[in-house]
């Protein structure tokens, strides 16, 4: 097997790079351009790191297909690398629109999918849950908080085992076994979050914590939700704690990208369900025929 695993050690490196990429692309920054994301699925997506002039990362897509992350501009690039690195490894992805729209068209396909586009939301739209469409959500709200006394506590190192008992509880309700679903990312994204940026609330109602919210800022006033969990006994506690997270973070919040829905049905219906204002498509560049 070719390149390196993704190892802690390797994130100067790696970042560095990343950090070039999402540099002034404000709202259209990729999830995915962020180390943590690399690491934490680097199981599920067999990545291995590609070091050398044109570095990158080569993995797979959650459908299977192989390709090869730049960790560099590829508008930059001689088309003469990249065919070669496609070659390889079949296919760069995932590519930001802007650095799509600048290959030569003659020699490189670009597609995307809806599966691995990311959802961007305006805060505004999650701060007060605005008009017709979205009243369901504000009723969840109105429920939750008529129930309830939440208080959310800032995430951090003391706040770890509460975030794991929510983990436990969403397993247990999900029916899910040990090591299904996100499990082993998320608790590794528990444990490492100081080294990777995460920020959010654990929220509590009593002494019993109900639900956690782990954020990664990708730009300013930009934000990736990583990791939102919480327990199905408590309705509501998911628009709550998307509402209070752009309420009462202590640095201003213009927009959380929620990711892909991986083609899953229900994490399609759930996302759109928040009514996005965009879906941020990734490109899979190919060699023409």
């Not at 992805?93 to 670009?110: C, G, K, M, N, T």
Request: proline fraction near 7%; hydrophobic fraction near 45%.
């Amino acid at each position: 097997m070719t390149g390196e695993p993704i190892t802690l050690a390797l994130q100067p490196r790696i970042e560095a790079a990343l950090d070039a990429l999402r540099h002034g692309t404000g709202a259209q920054c990729l999830s995915d351009h962020a180390f943590s994301n690399l690491y934490l699925f680097r199981e599920a997506h067999g990545y291995r790191f590609l070091p050398g002039d044109w570095p990158g990362v080569a993995g797979h897509t959650y459908d299977g297909t192989r390709h090869f992350l730049p960790l560099f501009d590829v508008a930059a690039a001689p088309p003469a690398v990249l065919a070669g690195l496609i070659e390889a490894h079949g296919c760069l992805y995932p590519v930001a629109s802007a650095q799509a729209e600048a290959l030569p068209a003659d020699r490189f396909a670009a597609a995307s999918s809806p599966d691995d586009a990311d959802y961007l939301y305006d805060a505004a739209t999650l701060r007060d849950y605005p008009g017709r469409a979205l009243a369901k959500k504000r009723n969840l709200v109105r429920q939750f908080l008529a129930q309830h006394a939440p208080y959310a506590v800032p995430f951090d190192a003391a706040q770890a085992e509460a975030a794991r008992a929510v983990l436990r509880g969403w397993m247990l309700h999900k029916g899910k076994a040990e090591g299904e679903a996100d499990e082993r990312a998320c608790l590794e994204a528990i444990g490492h979050a100081q080294r990777f940026g995460f920020e959010g609330f654990v929220h509590c109602v009593g002494a019993l914590p109900v639900a956690f919210l782990l954020v990664q800022a990708l730009q300013p006033g930009v934000f990736a939700v990583r990791f939102a969990k919480g327990l199905d006994s408590h309705v509501g506690v998911y628009p709550y704690m998307f509402q209070h997270f752009c309420r009462a973070f202590e640095q201003p919040v213009h927009w959380l990208n929620f990711e892909q829905d991986m083609g899953l049905a229900g994490f399609r219906r759930s996302k759109r369900s928040y009514r996005p204002s965009a879906l941020l498509p990734k490109w899979r560049v190919a060699l023409r025929d």
